[in-house]
């Protein structure tokens, strides 16, 4: 493949919202991004969304569209050029896909519509969705999608919509299989189509992909751009330390688990009666912080009753009040977050309780914060003062406070570029 001009991303979308939160995983990188209605002027002297508003036209007129407007973009300058599409399927996605390879003329097409966080999913080509609750996914054409009065969902077998907009060409499809396996190779055929059920998936499919070093057109919601920007405009991870032992706490971090968010738990019982140290517990953090993966780092106590029962009888065989247990918790933590950040670069931290940011701020020597800004609702963004991680971007909530996804939200944050 020709090398780019400029190391500038080009995304096609149906729809403005659609071009909007996709176009928002390249800002999240610091990299400027515009979202145009017309193909005319994107030079490639900058990332570009393109918004071709063709979701509810008909295949015919969809392809014409797309096609129009991207004859006269100049594809040289672009590194990578992706094709946004809905994750719900809604929309003229083979029509589209087609217009948009018969003017870029890629080697290979890659399909993976699969957005993870909000339960989208595909299993043995089937694109389904998986409730919030964790019930079994429901394929597209048996759910409200199918009713969608302007854009209904007919087919949520990805092999089909292809070939129906590929007539004569082989669609390969990859299976989870052999995906997570690596039992595949891209022969067979130009065009494939790939099942997914998590981020992890995704990112391999992105990284087989990459490895080809081949001209490809990416199709597939914003989640497939993000993986794939994630790949290639590495930022550090996000990290969260976390004593509180409130409900609310317990209900957010298990919200961030489910949307692959790492767990280390920092069993009380065991640094009290000295048969673990801070170190073990540290050095596993840091391990996944450089897989970058976003981590926290909690008490075990935190988690369940049981641990929490573990650490009470703990305390009270060393003689300890409940006073003096609670000083020693936050001293623990404090202590192995600073071991944490002394091997494993991040974006930022998030510290839930303030006595459990004192605790971190006075293991790390900070003298204090700047306020930046606000995150969301009661969660400010701050850069330490002082110390040795002076500048490094902080986030704070009270432990009982904010809605189930604000410990994600506010890790994901952390995690955009400061550049703007």
Known sequence: MQAAALNNYLIVADDFTGANDTGVEIRRRGIPVRVVFSGQGVTGSESCVLDTESRSLSEEEAFQRVASGVKEIPFEHFSRVIKKVDSTLRGNIGAETRALDLCYRPDLVVFAPALPDLGRITINRIHCLYSAAGAGGTPLSQTEMARDPKTPVRNDDIQKIMAAAFAGENVVHIGLEALRNGAFSFEGGRIFCFDAASNGDLQAIVRFVLALNKRVLWVGAAALADNLLRAER???????????????????????????????????????????????????????????????????????????????????????????????????IGQTAALVLNGAAISGL???????????????????????????????????????????????????????????????????????
């Open 350 to 420: 998030f510290l839930s309780g303030g006595d459990t940011a004192v605790s971190c701020f006075e293991s790390i020597g900070a003298s204090g914060s700047s306020i930046v800004t606000e995150i969301s609702l009661g969660i400010p963004l701050m850069h330490l003062m002082g110390g040795r991680f002076e500048g490094l971007k902080v986030a704070t909530k009270a432990g009982a406070f904010g809605k189930e996804d604000a410990i994600f939200y506010a890790l994901r944050r952390l995690r955009e570029s400061d550049k703007r």
């Open 234 to 332: 590495y930022l550090p991870p996000a990290f969260a330390v976390i004593a509180s032992l409130s409900s609310v706490t317990r209900s957010q971090v298990l919200f961030a688990e489910k949307q692959g968010v790492s767990l280390i738990k920092v069993p009380l019982y065991a640094i009290i009666e000295k048969k673990m140290n801070q170190a073990e517990i540290a050095a596993d953090a840091v391990a996944l912080l450089k897989e970058g993966r976003d981590v926290i780092m909690l008490s075990s106590s935190a988690c369940s009753d049981e641990e929490y029962r573990k650490t009470e009888e703990s305390a009270r065989r060393a003689g300890l009040s409940t006073e003096e247990t609670g000083a020693i918790t936050q001293k623990i």
